[in-house]
């Protein structure tokens, strides 16, 4: 049990460091990712940056991910989801490119020059608060991929032993300090686990070691 996000980034932190894990930068996921990653990117001596993505929603039930877009297009669908509810190909390209535009739009907001950094021979740190389904994080993954990192890595206090094992495929290493078989949702290995305002977020990003 995590008392709060900097809680969990600390301890993160701690691990990371103990691990002698060295990364040119640490990239967070808005907006809940940014307590989690700033001790993180602080501990390891690397810039803090963000990496956006959005989860396509199903049919009438927008919380249930079909899958998830990031800010570059970069897409992962969860194709047992989608053989057992048979969206449209319509309904699956709309949800698609109207996510893939809010992602974009958020990207925006927190980096100042837009779009998406070249990342080719960097050796990146995704960091997320945790990783329920892993659709998000599949899909920022794909991206710092396709802007040519050489090394990229996921970091997460808590995470579903299912996703992680999937992610596993998806990153160079995965770290995650707990996997616990009776995982539910991330929010449960928190004692506070508020919403992350943008303007807190932002100030995440802005603060310096």
Request: hydrophobic fraction near 40%; aromatic fraction near 6%; proline fraction near 5%.
């Amino acid at each position: 049990m995590f008392d709060d996000r900097t809680d969990a980034g600390d301890r993160l932190a701690a691990e990371l460091e103990a691990r002698d894990l060295t990364v040119d930068i640490v990239l967070g996921i808005p907006r809940g990712a940014l307590p989690v990653a700033r001790p993180v990117a602080d501990a390891l001596d690397a810039d803090l940056d963000v990496v956006v993505a959005r989860k396509m929603g199903a049919p009438q039930n927008p919380e249930v991910a079909l899958g998830a877009v990031a800010s570059d297009g970069s897409v992962w669908y969860n194709d047992d989801l989608i053989d057992r509810l048979h969206p449209s190909k319509e309904y699956l390209e709309e949800v698609r490119a109207t996510e893939a535009e809010n992602a974009r739009k958020k990207a925006d907001r927190y980096r100042e020059s837009g779009g998406v950094p070249d990342r080719r021979g960097e050796r990146v740190l995704l960091v997320d608060d945790g990783v329920a389904t892993g659709a998000t994080a599949t899909a920022c993954l794909r991206q710092v991929r396709e802007a040519g990192a050489d090394w990229v890595g996921l970091a997460v206090p808590v995470g579903s032993p299912r996703a992680v094992d999937a992610l596993e495929r998806e990153a160079d290493a995965v770290i995650a300090l707990q996997t616990p078989a009776d995982f539910r949702a991330v929010g449960q290995f928190y004692r506070t686990f508020d919403q992350v305002s943008d303007e807190e977020a932002l100030e995440y990003l802005d603060s310096e070691p």
